[in-house]
């Protein structure tokens, strides 16, 4: 279930939209949630991932950074990866044809909360079983999920890192196993001819003695 989608400018944090579900629908409080959100929208900046999954206990913060635009949902950590990128795609291109233009130069918070229209209908899209069963064979394109960065919500934002930092920590990590794996190869490999010389000298030592023995 997608409990909570929220837009916004990446520049400054501003919320442009939002679509909350009622918290007798979830069982939930979704005020943490909203304050959560609202939190990580300030850390953004133009170095941070474009695509992020934060973990929250039993929920899920998914979100998309596209053209200035930050795209965010909250829901159940159940609910499947693939799909929620999907979803935000789905917001990204129709909130950027209606608002592209208009996003730089608004002040007011929520300039755009009209566009909860758009997103209660197109929510209703992803929660349908049978809907859910379609869409999973049109997201091909998708970028694939199992390489989009994954942190915890509560470090984050504790911490008080930019997740921009947190990239270049995985990226940094990612270099660093790179850098293991190819020493590895070459340790293994500088094994294997010790190996090979090994036994070539002892064939040749055998064959000189041989030689000599019979001589």
């Known amino acids: 279930m997608i409990l909570l989608t929220m837009i916004a400018r990446v520049a400054d944090g501003l919320p442009l939209a939002a679509s909350i579900q009622e918290d007798e629908q979830s069982g939930r409080d979704l005020q943490q949630y909203q304050s959560q ?4 929208f300030r850390k953004l900046n133009a170095q941070s991932p474009d695509r ?3 973990e929250a206990g039993d929920v899920n913060f998914h979100y998309m950074i596209a053209q200035g635009v930050c795209y965010l949902l909250l829901s159940e950590a159940s609910f499947p990866k693939k799909m929620a990128f999907a979803y935000l795609e789905d917001l990204h291109t129709e909130f950027f044809d ?6 730089p130069t608004v002040t007011r918070p929520y300039s755009f909360i009209e566009f909860d229209t758009y997103i209660q ?3 209703k899209a992803y929660i349908d079983s049978r809907a859910r069963r379609n869409l999973g064979s049109i997201n091909t394109e998708l970028q694939d999920v199992q390489r989009i960065m994954v942190a915890n919500i509560e470090e984050v934002l504790q911490r008080g890192e930019a997740l921009s930092t947190l990239d270049t920590k995985a990226s940094n990590l990612s270099t660093l196993s790179k850098k293991y794996r190819s020493d590895a190869k070459y340790l293994n490999t500088r094994s294997t001819y010790a ?4 036994v070539a000298v002892v064939f040749i030592t055998l064959i000189i003695y041989v030689r000599f023995w019979w001589l």
């Open 37 to 40: 959100a609202k939190q990580l």
């Open 52 to 54: 992020c999954t934060l």
């Open 98 to 103: 209606q608002y592209g233009r208009r996003v």
């Open 121 to 123: 209908k197109n929510k």
């Open 195 to 198: 190996k090979v010389a090994a």
